[in-house]
């Protein structure tokens, strides 16, 4: 039976909430995007006047066909060229989704999406559906196919596995702001010994290409080691600048609510470095640079008001 409009529109109405549980679970917009679609082929083949929560069973069927994502994502991510990182969203993208508590704002946090990739995807979906949206361990329970104790049990597990490799601290938008340009500042200074001041003894800086462009796939390790990077990377270059097309510029913005760095060539995105902040200055830097992963970036850009660069690199 065809759908009639109040069925798309219901549908519609649930999009927003879907695409934003997807790209929790999946890490990846372009396979949110595809995860929400297929959901609603399955929406418009289904005895939609039959089905009882309309919400319940949407949320149910775009889970599981993320968590059928999630295992093949696996066998793919073993032959994947180089570190595989999430793709970023930058502030104000409706598929960062609800962000009214600490915990919601945290489960999408750049580094936090990095860490649940050491969760099985039953863990992963437990965690998404309790942490970042509410649902009791019953309704949990009833869209995995599992029993609430657990449910409660797995969510236990796997928030631990999350929290122990987690020591971000939370911080407003103009704060990380601040934050991005006075690192910016340091890493433009020609000189180490500013970022060293601003990182953790123990700081990463870790890169995603994707084969497609040179990234760093095992992490600079220690501030000594992560400034010098940086401090060669933000060093003039024409081969860099051949590189992406151009001299980017340099933007202190937000994505997934860290600090972050944007790098732009003639309204393409061409980088995204996320910065983790902890109490004791900045401990990661997580930087995708793989085109695949930026696309939906790029958009979110033009559509935003930016201004002027701080700088141009390179």
């Not at 083949?45 to 149910?60: C, F, M, N, S």
Request: charged share 25%; aromatic share 8%; with cysteine.
């Amino acid at each position: 039976m065809p759908l009639t409009a109040d069925d798309v529109d219901r549908f519609e109405a649930s999009r927003p909430r879907l695409e934003a549980i997807a790209y929790r679970l999946l890490g990846s917009a372009g396979e949110a995007e595809d995860a929400v679609q297929e959901t609603f082929l399955r929406w418009q083949a289904a005895d939609v006047g039959r089905i009882e929560v309309p919400e319940a069973w949407l949320t149910k069927v775009l889970t599981n066909l993320c968590l059928n994502q999630l295992a093949s994502a696996r066998a793919r991510r073993e032959t994947y060229v180089g570190q595989w990182l999430p793709e970023p969203l930058l502030a104000g993208d409706p598929m960062l989704g609800p962000a009214e508590t600490a915990e919601q704002r945290e489960s999408v946090s750049y580094a936090v999406l990095t860490l649940m990739e050491r969760l099985s995807p039953g863990e992963r979906a437990v965690y998404v559906l309790r942490e970042a949206f509410g649902y009791p361990h019953r309704e949990i329970a009833e869209i995995l196919d599992i029993t609430e104790a657990a449910s409660q049990q797995i969510f236990h597990r796997a928030g631990k596995r999350v929290a122990d490799g987690r020591a971000r601290t939370e911080i407003d938008e103009a704060a990380a702001r601040r934050i991005v340009e006075e690192f910016l500042a340091a890493a433009n200074s020609g000189r180490i010994e500013p970022l060293v001041r601003l990182l953790t003894e123990d700081a990463i800086a870790i890169g995603d290409g994707g084969g497609k462009v040179p990234a760093r796939a095992k992490a600079f390790e220690g501030a000594v080691a992560v400034a010098k990077f940086l401090w060669g990377l933000f060093r003039p270059g024409e081969a860099k600048r051949a590189l992406v097309g151009g001299a980017p510029g340099v933007y202190a913005w937000t994505a997934n609510g860290d600090p972050a760095v944007v790098a732009v060539v003639d309204g393409r995105v061409v980088a995204v470095m996320c910065l983790e902040v902890t109490a004791g200055g900045i401990a990661a830097f997580r930087s995708q640079v793989n085109p695949d992963k930026l696309e939906r970036a790029t958009a979110q850009w033009a559509a935003a008001e930016h201004g002027e660069p701080l700088f141009h690199a390179f």
